[in-house]
């Protein structure tokens, strides 16, 4: 049963960058696809980026596709997302989460294993 823990949120600034990181223990990495999700204040989770087993496959939701880039490193067990420049909108806790499923599992349903969260606050 995998483990998996956030880093890297905190308080910026409107255009600055950051690259969160979800390490990943007690399970075997490669039998899982791994994906971001966020939840902002009063609203519902939803899924950010998600990366499938093999590295290569890769989906975004239309709000930050051509922003946020997804990536995992299977030797190291770790998945990052890189935001190159942050509007306010992003301020959301960003989960880490992990599915069983094959591809590019995009229903929260598909996750069974998440991460406590990193908070992102945006100032503007």
């Known amino acids: 049963q995998v483990q998996l823990v956030e880093s890297g949120g905190g308080l910026v600034q409107a255009g600055d960058s950051l690259s969160l990181s979800c390490a990943a223990s007690g399970g075997t990495f490669t039998r899982y696809a791994m994906a971001w999700f966020r939840q902002a204040p009063g609203k519902e989770r939803e899924l950010v980026a998600v990366?499938?087993?093999?590295?290569?496959?890769?989906y975004y939701a239309e709000s930050v596709r051509g922003r946020f880039t997804i990536s995992r490193d299977n030797g190291a067990n770790t998945v990052t997302l890189q935001i190159p420049a942050l509007l306010p909108e992003d301020t959301a806790v960003y989960y880490c989460?992990?599915?069983?499923?094959?591809?590019?599992?995009?229903?929260?349903?598909?996750?069974?294993?998440w991460g406590q969260g990193t908070q992102v606050t945006v100032a503007s």
């Open positions: 989460a992990a599915s069983e499923k094959y591809s590019l599992p995009r229903d929260i349903d598909d996750y069974g294993y």
């Open positions: 990366v499938n087993r093999a590295t290569v496959g890769k």
